[in-house]
């Protein structure tokens, strides 16, 4: 599945979130894995805004782009899921696989005092400007 590829080529992610019945947002690093549907993988601090609003399970919403596309080669990513605390050892054995820098004994007190996160994505969009302009690939999960 094309969606699957694409996941494993971003970094970064914006996450929408409610907090305090607000509308809430934050820029996060990610990792993708695939079970019988993607999951995105991320680490943060139960001290955030967004680690206390999502510590206990909740909708989220997110995008991805790349910066410094041209207008009519933009490509990015649309999607929701259901984002909760994940499974410490297995998401970060996934994490370390494209972010090895969390080995690095400098941070390693900041990622143990860290919670990993998990989005169980049920809908992707795929946006992808270079196909024809507005062309999308939806997918349900």
Not at 35 to 59: C, M, N, W
Not at 69 to 90: F, H, M, P, V
Request: with cysteine.
């Amino acid at each position: 599945m094309i969606i699957i590829k694409e996941l494993s080529d971003y970094n970064s992610l914006s996450l929408a979130y409610i907090s305090d019945n607000k509308v809430r947002s934050c820029n996060l690093w990610f990792v993708s894995s695939m079970d019988k549907q993607p999951v995105l993988y991320f680490i943060s601090s139960l001290s955030t805004l967004h680690g206390q609003a999502l510590r206990d399970g909740a909708e989220v919403s997110f995008t991805m782009t790349r910066d410094e596309q041209d207008y009519l080669s933009i490509k990015g990513i649309q999607g929701n899921g259901y984002c909760k605390i994940a499974d410490r050892e297995t998401a970060r054995e996934i994490y370390v696989n494209k972010f090895d820098i969390i080995n690095e004994d400098r941070l390693r007190p900041i990622i143990e005092n860290s919670v990993f996160f998990e989005i169980r994505v049920n809908w992707l969009r795929l946006i992808d400007n270079s196909i024809s302009f507005g062309h999308k690939d939806e997918y349900n999960f």
